[in-house]
């Protein structure tokens, strides 16, 4: 990957074109699909095609729970991937090896529906962290080049300006999240961490970014924990009884 694509950028206005997932599709020119909530994983889905070009070969079926514990509600992710793009940016294999010759989709007419759709082979994708998939696919494969998509949401910006300082990032962190911020941080950064140990993308300097984030979010609540601690009464009263013994 050219490194100029992640240099650090504090231009963090998103909209919702900007959602990792539906960026994966457009880049694969096929629409967004859902399973019913708490409905069994099929062997193939349809997705409508947008653009004939460059579609997927493949869906996983993303998903970070056991199925066997999935509740009524829940809905794994369904993420667009094409084979040859995934075996040369991963190491780890989850595509099960297709026949040699065997073609790609082809985009065809479904009967009562308007619009072309490729019948995709669905492969359940157990991962340690499904919502952070998204966004490993789309930078891990070079598929997108604005790297504000991938600072913005590891990161405030005002962190991202100490770039690349753990130290000074982990105090900006600390010192502008509340702990609802903070927590969110830390659950998506360890989640995309866990998702790069499990998958092993190639890329250095995407892991690099995250590997940087991740650390910097880790210091970051070290140093919450410390002063939470410090203003606790129980660390008062630790702090007062040597004083009184020696009055």
Not at 2 to 22: A, G, V, W
Request: proline fraction near 11%.
């Amino acid at each position: 990957m050219n490194s100029s694509r992640l240099l650090p950028t504090t231009h963090c206005i998103l909209d919702e074109n900007d959602d990792p997932l539906d960026l994966l599709c457009r880049k694969f020119n096929v629409a967004r699909v859902t399973l019913p909530p708490g409905a069994a994983i099929p062997p193939t889905i349809d997705m409508r095609v947008l653009k004939d070009a460059h579609t997927p070969s493949h869906v996983l079926a993303v998903f970070d729970i056991q199925e066997g514990d999935w509740g009524p509600s829940y809905q794994p992710i369904m993420v667009p991937i094409r084979v040859d793009l995934y075996t040369r940016d991963f190491r780890t294999n989850i595509i099960p090896q297709s026949p040699p010759g065997t073609p790609y989709p082809i985009p065809h007419p479904i009967t009562h529906r308007s619009g072309q759709y490729v019948s995709l082979p669905i492969i359940p994708t157990l991962v340690p962290h499904a919502a952070s998939i998204p966004l490993l696919f789309l930078f891990a494969q070079g598929l997108e080049s604005r790297s504000q998509l991938l600072y913005c949401r590891l990161l405030p910006s005002e962190v991202i300006e100490e770039f690349p300082a753990p130290p000074t990032m982990a105090q900006s962190l600390a010192r502008i999240c509340s702990d609802d911020q903070l927590a969110g941080y830390a659950r998506f950064n360890q989640g995309l961490w866990k998702n790069i140990l499990s998958l092993g993308p190639r890329d250095a300097e995407f892991i690099k970014v995250v590997q940087t984030a991740w650390n910097a979010t880790v210091e970051a609540r070290r140093i919450r924990q410390h002063i939470a601690a410090a203003r606790s009464p129980n660390s008062e009263r630790t702090l007062l009884v040597p004083s009184q013994a020696t009055s």
